[in-house]
Nanobody
């Protein structure tokens, strides 16, 4: 499995960005997720989704209503649409993939994801 994240950049507060994560070799994957890590802070869960669609996407409270995760199974790609961006959203965003079925509370645990992309920087200016 290889994950390639893209789409980061610099945007003003209130703006939008869409991140993409191409998952090569995803046949046995179950969950995909986005995490982020701001400078000097721990990695933080953002959102998760399953390739099957059997479980509703799971959102962190800090992004609920602003960020939307989606997937395109035909393109092996997961997206993160980020609207109404705030300076506190500035971070390196990572996509992650896991094989296991995860209960809701476990989806935010980064140690349960086996594969990680290289990260893409998102900078929101005030």
């Amino acid at each position: 499995v290889q994950l390639q994240a893209s789409g980061g950049g610099v945007v003003q507060a209130g703006g939008s960005l869409r991140l993409s994560c191409l998952a090569s070799g995803r046949q046995n994957l179950n969950f995909m997720a986005w995490f982020r890590q701001a400078s000097g802070k721990e990695r933080e869960f953002v959102e998760s989704i399953t390739w099957s669609g059997g479980v509703s996407p799971y959102y962190a409270n800090t992004v609920k209503g602003r960020f939307t995760i989606s997937r395109d199974n035909a393109k092996d790609t997961v997206y993160l649409q980020m609207n109404d961006l705030k300076p506190e959203d500035t971070a390196v965003y990572f996509c992650a993939a896991g094989q296991n079925h995860l209960v809701l509370s476990a989806q935010a645990n980064p140690t349960l994801y086996e594969w990680w992309g290289q990260g893409t920087q998102v900078t929101v200016s005030s």
